[in-house]
């Protein structure tokens, strides 16, 4: 079957691989469309700290199901969203159902090879069906499923005035998620797409430069209910804390390599709560199928780039560079 393989840095091409065998619980999937996550951007460009070489990437997925193997609640042509998420089921975190920080996790395309390929097994616990959802709609899931989750991590009530700090895919999931809830959300960004496709989307939008700004120190006034960064910058993440109002909360959405700094007097001041969010639940997969079946992500407007399994090799390498107006590249097999 055909496959994107990144053998190294820089190094992207299509091969034949030979078709995953299938074992006793697992299930074979067709898959029908992947997002191209800023993950796989990093494992082109040599970003990533803890890859593998050679990697076929890819773990923003849907699929159809070609071989259910007995599987209970699933049959053959069932559409599914993939969760790339491979817990142990063991450890404490697993036992308290947070599966989604266990201590071994394994995630596809990235601690081992992913679903950019016509086809995949996995776990039956890792299909959830489709219905009422569009394929392609279906593999925009995972990364919405990411703010979702954030959001509910904060406990993020009506009325709110929350701040996303970054506006790429995983900044505007974490926005719409937070609307969804109820609260007001200003996303701020450096780049100017970025803040135009805010706005576009209804968001209030602020850049770095605006920052001291009178509109924006009306809008902060004496701090934000949340903020959620989704930079993985550290800078950002650092000041993230001058945004937050006393008693209000800190929510890391992305994740960097280094050491966050931050002065103690301010967080003991402000009395905050600090949160990391890492991946996501099923809790808020199903969140996430049930908002865009109702209407409330305008996922025809996310999807802003296409390709075919065919063309990534000359599509993903430029995206990853020209990324002005890219919010989500869709990837049809």
């Known amino acids: 079957m055909r496959a994107i393989s990144c053998a190294a840095p820089g190094e992207l091409a299509l091969i034949e691989i030979e078709k995953p065998k299938l074992q006793a619980g697992w299930v074979r999937v067709g898959i029908?469309?992947?997002?191209?996550?800023?993950?796989?951007?990093h494992i082109f460009e040599g970003k990533h700290p803890f890859l593998q070489y050679p990697r076929i990437m890819g773990h923003e997925l849907s699929g159809v199901v070609l071989d259910s193997n007995g599987a209970e609640d699933l049959a053959d042509g069932d559409p599914v969203v993939i969760n790339p998420y491979l817990p142990c089921y063991q450890c404490p975190a697993c036992r308290e159902g947070k599966t989604?920080?266990?201590e071994t996790l394994t995630v596809l395309g990235v601690h081992g090879d992913g679903g950019m390929a016509e086809e995949i097994v996995l776990p039956a616990a890792n299909l959830y069906r489709a219905e009422g959802l569009s394929l392609r709609d279906a593999a925009m899931v995972e990364f919405l499923a990411i703010g979702a989750h954030a959001v509910r991590r904060t406990e993020i009530k009506p009325g709110w005035r929350v701040l996303v700090v970054g506006g790429g895919p995983i900044g505007l999931g974490t926005a719409f998620f937070a609307r969804i809830a109820g609260a007001d959300?200003?996303?701020?960004?450096?780049a100017p797409d970025k803040l135009e496709a805010a706005r576009g989307f209804g968001f209030g939008a602020v850049g770095l430069d605006e920052r001291e700004g009178e509109a924006f120190r009306g809008k902060m006034g004496s701090g934000f209910d949340a903020v959620l960064d989704a930079t993985g910058a550290i800078p950002a993440m650092n000041q993230a804390v001058g945004y937050c109002r006393n008693g209000g909360a800190l929510t890391l959405v992305g994740v960097v390599k280094g050491t966050l700094s931050w002065e103690d007097p301010e967080i003991h001041r402000r009395e905050l709560t600090i949160r990391a969010s890492r991946n996501a639940?099923?809790?808020?997969?199903?969140?996430?199928?049930?908002?865009?079946?109702?209407g409330d992500v305008p996922t025809d407007r996310l999807a802003t780039h296409a390709t075919s399994l065919d063309d990534v090799p000359a599509n993903l390498p430029r995206w990853a560079h020209e990324r002005s107006g890219l919010i989500k590249?869709?990837?049809t097999v």
């Open 329 to 331: 590249a869709i990837i």
């Open 281 to 294: 639940t099923r809790e808020d997969f199903d969140h996430v199928m049930d908002s865009i079946r109702n």
């Open 100 to 102: 989604n920080c266990c």
């Open 185 to 190: 959300v200003t996303i701020m960004d450096a």
């Open 32 to 41: 029908r469309h992947i997002g191209i996550c800023g993950t796989d951007y």
